[in-house]
């Protein structure tokens, strides 16, 4: 059964960092794009990053310098490094896979995994 599960999220402070990881299975993710996307209440679904198979990386202006997107092969797990992080960075935070699909639409997907939030408050 083909599963993402999205984790690491949290409560931080302003200029904080943290590790969200999307760990799969039933399928290579190494052979898949995948993409970070988020939701603030209120707001529309955004796409924060994505690496593609061939280990492209692309990201949102608003993010670049701050985030870092990897994998880990062994792990069959793609992380989003968050540094630096703003309170208009909260959001539940999901992960997207997909073979064909890429960069920063989530209508390219397939595979989502259930969400992580993401709450950046002093």
């Known amino acids: 059964q083909v599963q993402l599960l999205d984790s690491g999220g949290g409560l931080v402070q302003p200029g904080g960092s943290l590790r969200l990881s999307c760990a799969a299975s039933?399928?290579?993710?190494?052979?898949?794009?995948t993409g970070w996307f988020r939701q603030a209440p209120g707001k529309e679904r955004e796409g924060v990053s994505c690496i593609t198979a061939e280990d492209d990386t692309y990201y949102r202006d608003s993010v670049k310098g701050r985030f870092t997107i990897s994998r880990d092969v062994a792990k069959n797990t793609v992380y989003l490094q968050m540094n630096g992080l703003e309170p208009d960075d909260t959001a539940v935070y999901y992960c997207?896979?997909?073979?064909w699909g890429w960069g920063l639409s989530d209508t390219s997907y397939q595979y989502w995994g259930q969400g992580t939030q993401v709450t950046v408050s002093s």
């Open positions: 997207a896979a997909d073979l």
């Open positions: 039933g399928f290579r993710l190494d052979f898949y794009n």
